[in-house]
């Protein structure tokens, strides 16, 4: 690949961005508070659908569809705010799968059908790329050879996962309703799984900003030997360090939404980067908050157990971090790195 120059593009937020992001917020404490969270795992979800009627309520599902099909014209920057809050929330919804992926994917193809439907928020899609795949959906986008259908009907079965605010399933398409969507979807679908990919990064950074900030927090209040824990300075190294991880991250995640708002060229590169990289702090981030949190980190009230689920979920649901470095090395011209590098 001809090497790019990086794209030339802010990674401040501007007032939109804070304003989504504060509402996202908001609708979140109310709807995903830790111990409705925790009642997933004990086989009660009283909050996927109330969560996502308030996600409709505020326009998020159509959040990157064009305004003539009933979203809101954003960009990848603004759904990217939205996947931050979710990952700092640990909460359950199918936003990532279908208002990013699958509606990438629709967009890229010029689909006038399905989109406005998402949009709404009336239904979801996801992107039938693995097995089992990710939690059930209205419409399943299912690519054969190059062509793509879209299939309504199937039949699913619920998987045990690691993190149950992220349900799985298992597809069974037999007496499914299939129709063409495009014959030639290739691109588009790597248009998506790109964009996924490079959005994921945006929720593994907020997944690692909570474990820090609730650590920080902790340990400056927590006390033993008649003093604050956080006034220890191994902690204290122990805290600057992983400090310093989250805002690298935060840089990468917000560069490669940047690249991908803007169409840069440097885009592909930028998600490698943040795919990589994010996945392996947001799980460090949540294993130093389980053990600087002590006995608490380890028990089932804590939400600290959520945030380390999601970030190992994360961390293999559109790639692992080797894979995406070994992507990175084709796409800079080095040798792909061996394991353990």
Same mark, same amino acid.
């Given at each position: 690949?001809?090497?790019?120059?990086?794209?030339?593009?802010?990674?401040?937020?501007?007032?939109?961005?804070?304003?989504?992001?504060?509402?996202?917020?908001?609708?979140?404490?109310?709807?995903?508070?830790?111990?409705?969270?925790?009642?997933?795992?004990?086989?009660?979800?009283?909050?996927?659908?109330? /969560?996502?009627?308030?996600?409709?309520?505020?326009? /998020?599902?159509?959040?990157?569809?064009?305004?003539?099909?009933?979203?809101?014209?954003?960009?990848?920057?603004?759904?990217?705010?939205?996947?931050?809050?979710?990952?700092?929330?640990?909460?359950?919804?199918?936003?990532?799968?279908?208002?990013?992926?699958?509606?990438?994917?629709?967009?890229?193809?010029?689909?006038?059908?399905?989109?406005?439907?998402?949009?709404?928020?009336?239904?979801?899609?996801?992107? /039938?790329?693995?097995?089992?795949?990710?939690?059930?959906?209205?419409?399943?986008?299912?690519?054969?050879?190059?062509?793509?259908?879209?299939? @309504?009907?199937?039949?699913?079965?619920?998987?045990?996962? /690691?993190?149950?605010?992220?349900?799985?399933?298992?597809?069974?398409?037999?007496?499914?309703?299939?129709?063409?969507?495009?014959?030639?979807?290739?691109?588009?679908?790597?248009?998506?799984?790109?964009?996924?990919?490079?959005?994921?990064?945006?929720?593994?950074?907020?997944?690692? @900003?909570?474990?820090?900030?609730?650590?920080?927090?902790?340990?400056?209040?927590?006390?033993?030997?008649? @003093?604050?824990?956080?006034?220890?300075?191994?902690?204290?190294?122990?805290?600057?360090?992983?400090?310093?991880?989250?805002?690298?991250?935060?840089?990468?995640?917000?560069?490669?939404?940047?690249?991908?708002?803007?169409?840069?060229?440097?885009?592909?590169?930028?998600?490698?980067?943040?795919?990589?990289?994010?996945?392996?702090?947001?799980?460090?981030?949540?294993?130093?908050?389980?053990?600087?949190?002590?006995?608490?980190?380890?028990?089932?009230?804590?939400?600290?157990?959520?945030?380390?689920?999601?970030?190992?979920?994360?961390?293999?649901?559109?790639?692992?971090?080797?894979?995406?470095?070994?992507?990175?090395?084709?796409?800079?011209?080095?040798?792909?790195?061996?394991?353990?590098?």
């Amino acid at each position: 690949m001809t090497m790019t120059s990086p794209a030339d593009v802010s990674l401040l937020p501007d007032d939109v961005e804070t304003d989504l992001r504060a509402s996202v917020r908001k609708v979140l404490d109310k709807h995903a508070p830790t111990d409705r969270l925790n009642a997933i795992y004990d086989g009660a979800d009283e909050v996927t659908a109330p /969560l996502w009627s308030a996600f409709v309520e505020l326009g /998020l599902p159509g959040l990157l569809v064009p305004e003539s099909l009933g979203g809101a014209g954003a960009s990848a920057v603004e759904a990217a705010a939205v996947l931050e809050e979710l990952g700092r929330a640990a909460a359950p919804s199918p936003y990532l799968t279908s208002s990013v992926v699958a509606t990438t994917v629709l967009l890229a193809l010029g689909d006038t059908e399905i989109l406005p439907a998402l949009a709404s928020g009336e239904q979801t899609a996801a992107l /039938l790329v693995g097995a089992p795949v990710g939690l059930p959906a209205d419409v399943l986008l299912l690519p054969e050879g190059d062509a793509l259908y879209a299939v @309504r009907g199937a039949t699913f079965r619920p998987v045990s996962s /690691l993190d149950m605010t992220r349900p799985l399933a298992d597809v069974d398409l037999e007496g499914a309703e299939r129709t063409l969507v495009s014959a030639d979807a290739t691109a588009a679908i790597d248009r998506a799984l790109l964009t996924g990919a490079g959005l994921l990064a945006a929720e593994q950074v907020g997944v690692a @900003r909570w474990a820090l900030e609730t650590t920080i927090g902790y340990l400056k209040e927590r006390r033993q030997f008649g @003093r604050v824990v956080g006034g220890f300075q191994a902690l204290k190294h122990r805290l600057a360090d992983l400090y310093a991880e989250v805002e690298q991250a935060d840089a990468a995640a917000r560069y490669a939404a940047a690249t991908l708002a803007t169409d840069d060229a440097d885009a592909p590169i930028a998600v490698a980067v943040a795919a990589a990289f994010c996945s392996e702090v947001a799980v460090h981030a949540a294993e130093e908050a389980i053990q600087l949190h002590g006995g608490l980190g380890m028990t089932w009230e804590h939400p600290a157990h959520l945030h380390l689920k999601r970030a190992k979920a994360d961390a293999l649901l559109l790639g692992s971090a080797e894979a995406h470095r070994a992507a990175l090395a084709v796409l800079v011209d080095l040798p792909a790195p061996t394991s353990g590098d």
